[in-house]
């Protein structure tokens, strides 16, 4: 294999959250365009004088803290002013839903149409290689949840060259997703001249670069937007170098990629965290999208973690966690398990045996077709 990872800013003492099970490797949501080859730029969880992570803090203060005290009858309202100035009284969209059509993006498109007479607009951008069941969720999605959707789906000679190369890179192959997820649905805003855009969970609930205290509602630009002369990287390659080196067409990456922040803000286009507004909670989401569009899990448990129902859609998935296991030591299950700690589903003893029999186990079912269809036997022994 060519990655030779020599990871910048990573912490060299390894701590453990004493509420989940994150440890000081996790590395938190960051300006993914400039993302390189030594992860140069990554920012990693920070932890209070207490032990405790960023991320239990965000969640704690979400239910429990009594400082803090979240009034979600003041966010809701926070919510219907803003939603209140752009409602569409012309029968056009309105506001913009990204999402695979699991739990958390048809629960958000559900209630801004029910609950706030939104027009929500939905958008997918494809997974590399999608699973059966991924699949037939995301048709489910419009078909019983009753709303429209654009799904983009790249020439699959792109996508698999952009996975190799984040994987030969960066020992990163879900990389070109990410970037797929993050700007696709600004194109469509874009083009469509929808300002809004909601997103799930805030940034804090993972831990962000922000301190709670500054935790705004809505995504930074610099997350999701590029600067006139910024140097984007896609699979850790300046866009220019793919360009001439890999022979890529610029229609061939757009969608991966960001705009420019002058036609953002132009546009006004705003990223919103829907779960600042509204209190979000994992399996709530899950029960109410079963209902709402017959959204199923897996029949198996989910390779290298416990559970049947989070990020089904992508063959790629697997792969993702378990290069961040080898990389930062943090697999499926922590992340999985971390997340149902802090929201109280189990306690951190449990999380710690879960992490134990799971994390970075090898995610062999698509493992073959992984390494077949990109042609990763080049650069990797099996
Ligand atoms: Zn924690």
């Known amino acids: 294999m060519k990655s030779k990872q020599n990871i910048k800013n990573q912490p060299k003492k390894i701590i453990y959250c004493k509420k989940c099970v994150y440890s000081n490797q996790k590395v938190v ?15 990693f969880l920070r932890f209070g004088k207490d032990g405790v992570c960023s991320a239990c803090e965000a969640v704690e203060k979400k239910f429990t803290d009594k400082k803090y005290k979240i009034d979600w009858k003041q966010r809701e309202n926070q919510l219907r002013d803003i939603l209140d100035k752009h409602r569409s009284r012309n029968g056009s969209y309105d506001c913009i839903v990204p999402g695979s059509g699991g739990k958390d993006s048809v629960f958000q498109a559900h209630m801004l149409k029910t609950k706030y007479n939104m027009n929500p607009l939905t958008v997918t951008f494809s997974p590399a290689r999608y699973t059966d069941v991924g ?25 698999g060259k952009l996975v190799r190369l984040a994987f030969e890179n960066m020992l990163h192959p879900f990389q070109p997703f990410i970037f797929g997820q993050r700007h696709y649905a600004t194109h469509i805003a874009n083009k469509f001249k929808i300002p809004l855009i909601f997103l799930g969970e805030p940034f804090s ?6 301190k709670y205290e500054d935790e705004q509602y809505f995504m930074p630009l610099k997350y999701f937007t590029k600067k006139k002369n910024q140097n984007v990287k896609l699979a850790g390659i300046e866009i220019d170098k793919l360009l001439k080196d890999e022979k890529f067409k610029i229609s061939d990456l757009e969608y991966f990629l960001p705009l420019d922040q002058t036609l ?21 989401n899950f029960y109410k ?5 017959d959204f199923r899990t897996s029949d198996e448990r989910t390779e290298g973690t416990y559970s049947k129902y989070n990020s089904l859609d992508d063959k790629i998935d697997g792969f993702h966690y378990w290069t961040s296991y080898i990389k930062f030591g943090i697999g499926r299950a922590t992340e999985e398990a971390s997340n149902e700690c802090r929201h109280g589903y189990i306690n951190r003893e449990e999380a710690i045996n879960l992490v134990k029999k799971y994390d970075g186990e090898l995610p062999k079912k698509h493992f073959k077709e992984f390494c077949k269809t990109w042609s990763l036997h080049k650069s990797i022994s099996i």
């Open 135 to 159: 699949m037939k969720n995301f048709h489910k999605w419009p078909e019983n949840g009753n709303v429209n959707n654009f799904l983009y789906s790249p020439a699959g000679n792109i996508y």
């Open 205 to 210: 609930e993972f831990g962000s670069e922000e």
């Open 289 to 293: 999208a079963a209902e709402i569009t």
């Open 264 to 284: 953002i803000e132009k546009n006004k286009i705003q990223i919103l965290f829907f779960g600042y507004f509204e209190n979000m909670m994992p399996q709530e």
């Open 29 to 43: 949501p960051s300006k993914i365009v400039e993302d390189d080859q030594n992860h140069s730029n990554r920012i």
